[in-house]
C-alpha cells in the first residue's frame, strides 16, 4: 500500500477495489456492540486539522479508535501554536518528534498535504487541502455507490454545483473515471474551472437536459462565504436552475440515487424533502466514511505485508 | 593593478562584430589590446583556451534586497552571486525597505555597490511613492542624483491606475528615462498562485490569467504610444504578450522587453508537487507559451534575457503553497539554464546569447563600458566561460544568500571561468575574490 495518501492519483484500480473490500469486514464492527479491535493498538494518529471540520475529524477520530489507536487532535484553533506564529514545518516537526505514526490533515491551502509529506516520517492522509483533494470522501463515495450497483463500469455520475472550488469534485472525478464510470460535471460556467478537458469529465450547464441520463447525481454544497466574488447572481438564482427538488427528482430514472458530502444547504442545492427521500443515500455516506477510514488506516498502517483474509474482524 | 593576458580565448563581441580566437590585453582596468599572439610583457597571463570570452553579462531586472531584508540578500552578497554568474552589471529593482522612490536610498545602493568594486550596481527607481501607486516618486531627484537613475518601475506590482502611470511616462520622459512595468492587472490576477489553466484546475490553486498580463501590457503599450516614453516590459512571460510587443515594435514604437530563463524553460507543469521554489510572478506558464517566448527571443522581438534574481527566507518557501512568497534566484544558474537549453538546443547562437544577456541589455539601461565592443580603450568588463562544462547546481555553495533555487540538483551547461570588473579579476573558477575592493579603506 501507499505510504500517503495525498491525491486520488496515487492509487490504482486494484487498490480501490482493496481499500473497499477491505471496508466491507470494517462495516461490520460497526454494527456490533463493542465496536473495536485492537489492529492499531500502540500506534498514534493525529488529527491535524488547520481548519474546521467536525464531520471529517469525528470519523477520523473514530476509524482510528476502533482499530484501538491513540488519537491525538490538533486543530487550529486560537490557542495552539499557530497563533502564536509557529511555521506549518515547526508544527510537523514538533508532531513527528513526538512520535505519531500518521497525521491525518485537514488545511485550507491546497497542497499541504504534500508540503507535510515531505518533512515528516509518518503516514500523511489528506483530510481536504483547499480546493485539491478530499481522497476519502472519493473513496466513501464509490463505497456507498457500490452498495447499490454492481459495476462502477459506465455507469452515469453527474456531479452539480460548484466544481471550481470543490475538492470532492477533484477527487469524485479522479477516483470515479478511474473506475470507468462516465462522470458529467454540471453548473453555471462560472463555476467550471478553466482548461477543464483533461479531466475526462462531460459538461453541461443544464442540469434537466442531464438528469434522466444519470445514475449517480451528486449534489455539491454551496459555499456561502463565496457569494461576494459574484459567481452567480444570487443563491436563489442558483437554486432555481441548478437546485434539486421534487420536480425535477421526477425527472430521474426509477433507479438513481442522490449524494452529497454534507454539510447540506437544505433549500439551496437540495430541496429539504429531497434530502430525505429514499433514494437519497447521504446518511450511508456518513457511515460507510468511518469504515472506509478505518480500512485506509489498516492497510497505510497496520497491514502492509498481511494478507487481506487475516483481518481479524473476530 | 596588475595587467592580465587573456590567452587563446574565443572571443565572441557582437557589439564589436568579433567572433574569433585571440587575445585580449588588460591594463589599468582597460582593454589595451586585442590580437593573435600578443605579448603579454609584465601582464599574468591566463590561459583561456577553448573558453568563450565575451562583454560581461548585464541583467536588467535582480532584487537585492537591501536596505530592509538583508537577511535575504545584501547588495554584498547580491553582488558576488553576480560575479559567480559573470555579471558585470546588474539592476537593482526599487522594492527595498525604505523604497528607493528617493535619491538618497538610491545614491546608498548606487555606492554601496561601488565600494564593494565586484560589479556594476545600478539601482532602479519606483514609479510612485513607496510602491502604492498613488503619487509620483521624485523620479527627477533620482534621474539626475549621482546614482544617475535611468529605469524606473513598480515591480513586483504593476501601477494600475493608467492615468498615473500615463503622468509618470511622460515626466519621466523629460529626464530621458525609461518606464518599466511588470505587467499584471491585478483585477484579474489577485488572490492566483499559479499560472491559470489545467494544472491550476488540477490542483486546486487560483490561477493567475495571462491576460491579466498580457491587457496591461497592451493598455501600456498604448500609453507609451499617446506619451512617447521608452517603454520597456519586464519579465514577459505569455504567448500574446510575445504577439502585442512585436506588433509595437512593427508600429515604430520605442518598446524593448525582456523574458527570464525560468519562463524560457520550465512550465507550469514543475507545480505538480507543490515546491514552492517554482512559485514565481509571473507565473511559470504553459508548454505553448514558452514556446512562442523561445521564438520571441531568437528573432528579437524579446530584446534581452534578465533573471529576476528573487531571493527569500527559507522559512518563508518553506510554508503552505499559498502561503509562501513568489521568486527565485538566478543570477548563479542563467548562463547554464541558457547555454543547456537555448544554446545546445539551436535556438540561439552563442554570438546571440551574448547579445542578449550582455550587449542590447547594457543599451537599454544606457551602460557606457559595458556589453562591448571589446577594444582598445574599452574599460574591461568580461566574462570567460566554458561553453561545454556539464555541472550540477548545488545551492549550498551559491554566493546568494538565499537557496530559492528551481534547478537545484539539476545539470546545467556552461560554467563561468572568469570575470573581470574594470580590469580586475573579480571571480574564478567558482569563487569571488577576496582582494580588498575597490574602494575599501586604506
Keep these: 500500500m501507499i505510504k500517503h495518501l495525498l491525491s486520488i492519483d496515487q492509487l490504482s484500480p486494484s487498490q480501490i477495489e482493496l481499500v473497499l473490500k477491505t471496508a ?21 494518529v493525529c488529527n491535524l486539522f488547520f481548519e474546521s471540520s467536525t464531520r471529517t475529524r469525528i470519523s477520523f477520530e473514530l476509524a482510528a479508535k476502533r482499530l484501538s489507536a491513540d488519537v491525538i487532535n490538533f486543530t487550529g484553533d486560537a490557542r495552539s501554536s499557530l497563533a502564536k506564529g509557529e511555521s506549518f514545518k515547526d508544527t510537523a516537526q514538533t508532531l513527528q518528534a513526538m512520535g505519531v505514526d500518521a497525521i491525518v490533515v485537514r488545511h485550507s491551502s491546497a497542497g499541504a498535504p504534500h508540503r507535510l509529506s515531505r518533512w515528516v516520517e509518518a503516514s500523511v492522509i489528506n483530510a481536504g487541502d483547499g480546493a485539491h483533494e478530499h481522497p476519502t470522501q472519493a473513496l466513501l463515495d464509490l463505497y456507498s455507490i457500490r452498495e447499490h450497483f454492481p459495476s462502477f463500469d459506465g455507469l452515469r455520475v453527474g456531479i452539480v454545483g460548484d466544481i471550481l472550488h470543490s475538492r470532492v469534485a477533484r477527487s469524485d472525478v479522479a477516483a470515479l473515471t478511474k473506475m470507468g464510470s462516465q462522470v458529467t460535471l454540471v453548473a453555471p460556467p462560472t463555476l467550471i474551472p478553466p482548461a477543464i ?32 466574488e459574484q459567481l452567480v447572481p444570487s443563491l436563489r438564482e442558483y437554486a432555481t436552475f441548478w437546485g434539486l427538488d421534487r420536480r425535477r427528482v421526477d425527472l430521474m430514472k426509477p433507479e438513481a440515487i442522490i449524494m452529497h458530502p454534507g454539510p447540506m444547504n437544505r433549500g439551496v442545492e437540495i430541496a429539504a424533502d429531497v434530502a430525505d427521500l429514499e433514494r437519497s443515500i447521504i446518511i450511508d455516506q456518513v457511515t460507510n466514511g468511518v469504515a472506509v477510514r478505518m480500512s485506509l488506516l489498516y492497510l497505510m498502517l497496520g497491514a502492509a505485508d498481511r494478507a487481506l483474509e487475516e483481518v481479524p474482524v473476530g | 593593478m596588475a595587467d592580465i593576458l587573456l590567452r587563446g580565448g574565443r572571443l565572441v563581441d557582437p557589439a564589436g562584430e568579433a567572433d574569433a580566437t585571440c587575445d585580449v590585453l588588460i591594463s589599468g582596468g582597460r582593454i589595451e589590446a586585442v590580437g593573435t599572439g ?27 534586497r537591501e536596505p530592509g531584508r538583508e537577511d535575504e540578500e545584501t547588495i554584498a552578497s547580491g553582488s558576488a552571486a553576480a560575479v559567480l554568474g559573470g555579471y558585470t552589471a546588474i539592476c537593482a529593482m526599487p522594492n527595498t525597505d525604505p523604497v528607493c522612490d528617493n535619491a538618497a536610498v538610491a545614491e546608498k545602493v548606487a555606492a554601496t555597490g561601488s565600494f564593494l568594486g565586484l560589479t556594476q550596481v545600478i539601482p532602479a527607481g519606483s514609479l510612485t511613492q513607496g510602491l502604492q501607486g498613488k503619487h509620483l516618486a521624485a523620479i527627477g531627484e533620482m534621474a539626475t542624483c549621482n546614482a544617475r537613475v535611468r529605469l524606473f518601475t513598480d515591480d513586483g506590482h504593476g501601477v494600475q491606475d493608467a492615468r498615473l502611470l500615463r503622468r509618470a511616462m511622460e515626466y519621466l520622459k523629460g529626464f530621458g528615462a525609461i518606464c518599466a512595468e511588470h505587467c499584471d492587472d491585478e483585477s484579474l490576477s489577485e488572490g492566483g498562485h499559479m499560472h491559470e489553466g489545467e494544472y491550476s484546475s488540477r490542483l486546486g490553486l487560483r490561477g493567475q490569467p495571462a491576460e491579466a498580463e498580457e491587457l496591461a501590457l497592451a493598455r501600456d503599450i498604448v500609453l507609451a504610444r499617446l506619451t512617447g516614453a521608452r517603454f520597456h516590459a519586464l519579465h514577459v512571460s505569455t ?6 510587443i512585436r506588433q509595437a515594435k ?31 510572478n509571473p507565473p511559470l506558464r504553459s508548454p ?9 527571443l531568437a528573432d528579437g522581438t524579446i530584446d534581452n534575457i534578465a533573471t529576476d534574481h528573487a531571493p527569500h527566507a527559507a522559512q518563508e518557501k518553506e510554508a503552505e503553497f499559498e502561503a509562501a512568497p513568489p521568486g527565485l534566484i538566478g543570477l548563479e544558474t542563467a548562463l547554464g539554464v541558457i547555454m543547456g537549453e537555448l544554446v545546445e538546443g539551436g535556438l540561439l547562437t552563442l554570438g546571440d546569447m551574448v547579445r542578449r544577456m550582455s550587449t542590447t541589455p547594457a543599451r537599454i539601461l544606457g551602460l557606457e563600458g559595458q556589453g562591448g565592443p571589446v577594444v582598445p ?37 556552461g560554467r563561468v571561468l572568469l570575470t573581470v570588473f574594470q580590469g580586475r579579476v573579480v571571480g574564478r573558477d567558482g569563487q569571488v575574490s577576496t582582494a580588498a575592493p575597490l574602494g575599501a579603506f586604506a
Excluded at chain 1, 462495516?27 to 500506534?43: D, M, N, W
Excluded at chain 2, 555541472?391 to 528551481?406: H, L, M, Q
Design chain 1, 24 to 44: 466491507d469486514s470494517f462495516r461490520e464492527v460497526g454494527t456490533r456492540t463493542i465496536k473495536k479491535v485492537p489492529i492499531l493498538r500502540g500506534r498514534t
Design chain 2, 288 to 296: 505553448h507559451d514558452v514556446e512562442v517566448l523561445r521564438a520571441g
Design chain 2, 250 to 280: 512593427a508600429d515604430g514604437l520605442p518598446v524593448t522587453a525582456e523574458a527570464t530563463p525560468h519562463h524560457l524553460t520550465l512550465t507550469d507543469a514543475c507545480l505538480v508537487d507543490y515546491d514552492t521554489n517554482f512559485k514565481v
Design chain 2, 239 to 244: 504567448a500574446r504578450s510575445v504577439a502585442i
Design chain 1, 197 to 228: 478537458d483533461s479531466w475526462g469529465a462531460e459538461i453541461s450547464y443544464d442540469l434537466e437536459e442531464v438528469l434522466p441520463k444519470l445514475d449517480v447525481v451528486y449534489l455539491l454544497r454551496v459555499q456561502k462565504e463565496r457569494q461576494n
Design chain 2, 38 to 64: 600578443l605579448d603579454p610583457g609584465r601582464a599574468e597571463v591566463i590561459d583561456v583556451d577553448g573558453a568563450i570570452v565575451a562583454p560581461g553579462f548585464v541583467d536588467t531586472h535582480v532584487h537585492l
Design chain 2, 377 to 413: 580603450g574599452a574599460w574591461a568588463n568580461l566574462v570567460v566561460f566554458d561553453p561545454g562544462a556539464r555541472w550540477t547546481v548545488d545551492p549550498g555553495k551559491f554566493a546568494s544568500r538565499c537557496r530559492n533555487c528551481p534547478w537545484a540538483g539539476k545539470e546545467l551547461v
